[in-house]
């Protein structure tokens, strides 16, 4: 009788555990529905699948070199000035603290044009300031990260409002310019599809002089460091035109594929232990703006993304 009980309950087990695997793929789909669909499309790759034809090595070399873009990297500050991670927001008066889809806005960072070297990143404007705000009820929504820019002087730190998910720590940054080089993600290649040995892919990445994208990074300017296989100029273009996620096999439309190459990397906040800061499982921010909206000032219609482990 004791073995019949126990083969009993061991097929319940059976049949629970996979049950339990359902219902957990079932939850991550659910909550967040943009994350799981990009792991489902990278588990669907192989990556010992031939390359049918080998990139040629100097070509892309040519290419890469042709795209990259300089990029600042936001590091703590000897002195103190304006510009920051975390803390509270120096709003002008009469500047709002936005609210988000069920509650108040995140402060995330705040950023003094005019104190950037000009030279670096040249389409953004040089003067006013940038205040950017997170909600962390609109993961997959073009708005995760709302921008908004002041010519008005700085004011007092504002009361943080109530209801507010977390407030995040304070740390006054100062800026260090590097150059930044676009992944195959961006290119729209996966790295196995070329052809290339580990010596010739870790050549390509000294093309540019940024960290590697497994360090913790706040940038502005350059490209993103991915976490996730996606075409986040692609994405942006879709998000801004109310669009589907498109699909990394999908054959881009002429016109989405000029207008896509207008979107530039405004800001990249990463999850930071330091500052309290964690989107997702170690996840990271992008906020992207259009070349023509920066160079004019418009901070209304940026996109932002969110990638997670």
């Given at each position: 009788?004791?073995?019949?009980?126990?083969?009993?309950?061991?097929?319940?087990w059976?049949?629970?555990?996979?049950?339990?695997?359902?219902?957990?793929?079932?939850?991550?789909?659910?909550?967040?529905?943009?994350?799981?669909?990009?792991?489902?499309?990278?588990?669907g790759?192989?990556?010992?699948?031939?390359?049918?034809?080998?990139?040629?090595?100097?070509?892309?070399t040519?290419?890469?070199?042709?795209l990259?873009?300089?990029?600042?990297?936001?590091?703590?500050?000897?002195?103190?000035g304006?510009?920051?991670?975390?803390?509270?927001?120096?709003?002008?008066?009469?500047?709002?603290?936005?609210?988000?889809?069920e509650?108040?806005?995140?402060?995330?960072?705040?950023?003094?044009?005019?104190?950037l070297?000009?030279?670096?990143?040249?389409?953004?404007?040089?003067?006013?300031?940038?205040y950017?705000?997170?909600?962390?009820?609109?993961h997959?929504?073009?708005?995760v990260?709302?921008?908004?820019?002041?010519v008005?002087?700085?004011?007092?730190?504002?009361?943080?409002?109530?209801?507010?998910?977390?407030?995040?720590?304070?740390?006054?940054?100062?800026f260090?310019?590097?150059?930044?080089?676009?992944s195959?993600?961006w290119?729209?290649?996966?790295?196995?599809?070329?052809?290339?040995?580990?010596?010739?892919?870790?050549?390509?990445?000294?093309?540019?002089?940024?960290?590697?994208?497994?360090?913790?990074?706040?940038?502005?300017?350059?490209?993103?460091?991915?976490?996730?296989?996606?075409?986040?100029?692609?994405?942006?273009?879709?998000?801004?035109?109310?669009?589907?996620?498109?699909?990394?096999?999908?054959?881009v439309?002429?016109?989405?594929?000029?207008?896509?190459?207008?979107?530039?990397?405004?800001?990249?906040?990463?999850?930071?232990?330091a500052?309290?800061?964690?989107?997702?499982?170690?996840?990271?921010?992008?906020?992207?703006?259009?070349?023509?909206?920066?160079?004019?000032?418009?901070?209304s219609?940026?996109?932002?993304?969110?990638?997670?482990?």
């Amino acid at each position: 009788m004791d073995g019949l009980r126990t083969a009993s309950a061991d097929g319940i087990w059976d049949s629970l555990i996979p049950c339990g695997l359902v219902l957990l793929l079932v939850i991550l789909a659910w909550r967040f529905p943009k994350q799981f669909r990009r792991s489902l499309r990278r588990w669907g790759r192989s990556p010992e699948r031939p390359s049918a034809e080998r990139i040629d090595l100097a070509l892309l070399t040519g290419r890469i070199k042709s795209l990259v873009r300089p990029t600042l990297l936001l590091i703590p500050a000897m002195e103190a000035g304006f510009s920051k991670l975390g803390g509270d927001p120096e709003l002008p008066e009469g500047l709002a603290w936005p609210n988000g889809h069920e509650r108040p806005r995140t402060f995330l960072c705040q950023i003094d044009f005019a104190a950037l070297p000009q030279t670096v990143i040249e389409w953004l404007p040089n003067e006013g300031r940038l205040y950017a705000f997170y909600d962390h009820d609109s993961h997959g929504l073009a708005d995760v990260v709302c921008i908004l820019h002041s010519v008005e002087p700085a004011g007092a730190p504002a009361v943080t409002p109530k209801g507010v998910w977390r407030s995040f720590h304070e740390r006054r940054v100062t800026f260090v310019g590097r150059t930044s080089a676009p992944s195959f993600d961006w290119l729209g290649m996966a790295p196995h599809e070329t052809g290339l040995d580990d010596a010739a892919l870790g050549a390509l990445d000294k093309l540019a002089n940024a960290p590697p994208s497994d360090e913790i990074q706040h940038r502005i300017g350059g490209y993103p460091n991915e976490i996730q296989p996606e075409r986040m100029w692609l994405s942006c273009e879709h998000l801004a035109r109310g669009l589907p996620d498109p699909d990394w096999d999908e054959e881009v439309p002429p016109a989405i594929q000029r207008a896509a190459k207008q979107w530039r990397l405004l800001l990249q906040v990463d999850s930071d232990s330091a500052l309290k800061m964690n989107f997702g499982d170690g996840g990271r921010l992008y906020v992207f703006i259009r070349e023509r909206d920066a160079r004019r000032g418009d901070f209304s219609k940026t996109v932002a993304l969110w990638q997670t482990y």
